[in-house]
């Protein structure tokens, strides 16, 4: 999938509508800051630049690499599937949504997040599966050609990539509310998985073992180097955003006494945005 050489419509509108979505995030994050609870200015940063990231994919002239290079479709799969859906998963929108809009939209965003369907994606493994299978696909079957030679299949792939990206920051590392979350050592352990499939399928492309690419080796083998660096970064930060909202939970016994003395200690607060938004995720699902 080459990036298109020049800025037509295929390009603006998507521009335009994450300029729109940029909005809708900043109004309430502005209304919430006035608020006794405040708002992060670092998860406002993080979800506007989660969308500039966007925008610089999507900008053709904005790409470092030439037009129609294999390098530059890496490129520019990096920032759709990797970077940007981490910056805005961060961003925490469905925490922000929560606290903004009315309850009885809130309990709609309740039932959704306790729907089948979303307990299913939302779930890492199945998330892992979207990335991981979409690009074995793309790659190592006649699809990549496909796209090249039919426009809206290529926006399809994009708008694959993305989604499988944002629900794998989100199921690994987000801090909104999600029900039936595994643990966080269960969270490594499939972030394990994925560093070592997403090294395996860079591997297999650079030495052109089972590729369906019609490209020059010498770009083959340089989109294979930024998949495989570009990718390890990416998910060192995703495994970095997980572990710095990591709060243990120490289940001991306790004796009869120890215990007594506990239930007079006030409760423990400050647990994460994770945690309160869950609350609040729980609160609309009751009232619904």
Request: aromatic share 6%; hydrophobic share 45%; proline share 8%.
């Amino acid at each position: 999938m080459a990036l298109q050489t020049g800025i037509g419509p295929e390009t603006i509108l998507p521009a335009a509508g994450l300029v729109i979505l940029a909005l809708c995030y900043l109004v309430p994050a502005a209304r919430q800051r006035r608020k006794p609870r405040g708002w992060s200015n670092w998860r406002t940063a993080s979800f506007l630049t989660g969308a500039g990231l966007l925008v610089l994919a999507l900008m053709p002239g904005l790409s470092p690499l030439p037009p129609g290079d294999f390098r530059g479709h890496m490129y520019q799969h990096l920032l759709i599937g990797m970077y940007a859906p981490l910056g805005l998963v961060l961003g925490a929108p469905v925490t922000l949504a929560l606290r903004s809009l009315p309850r009885r939209h809130g309990r709609i965003i309740g039932r959704v997040l306790h729907s089948g369907p979303s307990l299913v994606l939302s779930h890492p493994v199945t998330a892992l599966l979207l990335s991981l299978g979409g690009l074995g696909l793309l790659y190592f079957t006649p699809l990549y050609t496909m796209a090249i030679e039919n426009e809206a299949l290529h926006h399809l792939v994009h708008l694959h990539f993305f989604a499988a990206g944002y629900l794998f920051a989100c199921s690994i590392a987000g801090p909104d509310p999600a029900p039936h979350r595994p643990s966080v050592p269960a969270r490594l352990v499939i972030l394990g998985v994925a560093i070592a499939g997403h090294a395996l399928l860079a591997q297999l492309l650079y030495a052109g073992v089972f590729v369906h690419v019609p490209v020059p080796a010498a770009e083959l083998r340089g989109a294979a180097d930024l998949m495989y660096y570009g990718g390890d970064i990416a998910e060192l930060l995703l495994a970095l955003a997980l572990v710095t909202t990591w709060r243990p939970q120490h289940t001991a016994t306790r004796k009869p006494r120890q215990a007594k003395d506990s239930r007079s200690l006030p409760a423990t607060s400050g647990r994460g945005e994770e945690i309160r938004g869950a609350e609040a995720l729980e609160i609309t699902s009751k009232q619904a």
